[in-house]
């Protein structure tokens, strides 16, 4: 059965069940959100307690991910529920003694969540006064490289192109999905057809540069090399484009969705002075391509 969506404050759709929830804003779903979550599943399994997440909504820029992708990772700690914060002037004017109150109503016994967690108006509650009234699994931090992994530190590593720190702390590849829409033709013309992409609106911009990466088209996965450019040489409108080259595919996919996972940059885009060392540049770059991904 599909888990629940439950929209705070409302308790209508909620079971009279005891329930353990996993509280936070959860954001990323990096690898310490994930142990907080499988602890709560865990404990519910063990305890027959209904088990559910408090998640925030979507801000309007710079997510990680949309809110459904985040229930679909979240999805596979089997939720009975989702409980959804909107992050409005109404929900977080509330006093820390409201949502405990709140928790209560809906017949939350258990509650597990990171060391740091806090809520409530000007963030007076945390996990001792938590403990005051419900049982409280506590979470130590996980690190990275020696740093507590953190929403912040992972959007820092991923400015810096650290793609090989998002893959660690996420447990995934950098990815985005969109619709491939048309182009002005120019990689036909290169030698080099791509499929341009639609890059949502909502999510962090990664920084401008050539990639090697993965496309994933009707669940089936094909390496690719991905550009994220300007595209300096042959244009002077400033717009950035998302366009991968994918290896052995030949469809044409327009207004289909696909998913582009960024592996790792190996070049930033360059203004060449002519068209032909701009192709040259193509060919050598299919050509390494080629030799990263081990292809004939």
Known sequence: M???????????????KEKIIALGKFYSIHIGHKKILKTASDIAKKKELE?????????KIDNFYSLEERMEFINEFNPD????FNPTKKNFSISYKEFENYLEKINVKEIVVGKDFKYGHNQEGDVSTLKKKFNVTIIKEIKNQKEKISSKKIFEELCKDNLDYYLKSLGHYFFYKGKVIHGKGIGTELDMPTANVEYPAYKININDGIYYSYVT?????????????????I?????????SFIYNFDKTIYDEE???????????PI?????????NKLSQDKELGKTYFNLP
Not at 235 to 243: A, F, P, V
Not at 271 to 279: A, C, G, N, P, Q
């Open 217 to 233: 088209y009707k669940n089936n996965k094909f390496p690719s090399l991905t550009s994220i450019s300007t595209n300096p040489t």
């Open 235 to 243: 244009s002077n409108d400033n717009k950035r484009t998302y366009e």
């Open 258 to 268: 696909i998913k582009v996972e960024l592996i790792e940059k190996y070049r930033d």
């Open 2 to 16: 599909p888990a629940k969506i439950i929209k705070f404050p409302s308790i209508e759709k909620f079971s009279k």
């Open 271 to 279: 203004k060449f002075d002519s068209i032909e060392e701009l192709k």
């Open 81 to 84: 529920f989702f409980l959804i």
């Open 51 to 59: 088990f559910g997440t408090m998640i925030f909504s979507q801000r």
